[in-house]
């Protein structure tokens, strides 16, 4: 069983950063496929980035040159760095981890642990 936990949401006017983190239970974090999500209520969930164990990373089109993925394994953490906010970034973000060595680690990976998310609210 794997438990993460966000942080780091909170109100900011456009243009602004905010730093994500979320903390990990997993032993063997290092081996997990890690990702950002997203979601307005009313709309579907949507990817934003992932990293893999390799620190491969891919993003969401809407946050690329904007947000950047990074992991401490010896801290068990996730973080997303956003920078240049929009309103249209305003949302729950959560955390997720999965462990699927043999497959790829993609936005589309059927994630099976989640966090309890984190708001971001971006005013304009």
């Known amino acids: 069983q794997v438990q993460l936990v966000e942080s780091g949401g909170g109100s900011v006017q456009a243009g602004g950063s905010l730093r994500l983190s979320c903390a990990a239970s997993?032993?063997?974090?290092?081996?997990?496929?890690m990702a950002w999500f997203r979601q307005v209520p009313g709309k579907e969930r949507e990817g934003v980035a992932v990293?893999?164990?390799?620190?491969?990373?891919s993003y969401a089109d809407s946050v690329k040159g904007r947000f950047t993925i990074s992991k401490d394994n010896a801290k068990k953490a996730l973080y997303l760095q956003m920078n240049s906010l929009k309103p249209e970034d305003t949302a729950m973000y959560y955390c997720?981890?999965?462990?699927?060595?043999?497959?790829?680690?993609?936005?589309?990976?059927?994630?099976?642990?989640w966090g309890q998310g984190t708001q971001v609210t971006v005013s304009s």
């Open positions: 990293i893999d164990s390799d620190d491969s990373t």
């Open positions: 997720a981890a999965d462990y699927t060595p043999w497959e790829p680690c993609e936005l589309v990976t059927d994630f099976g642990y």
């Open positions: 997993a032993s063997t974090f290092s081996s997990y496929c």
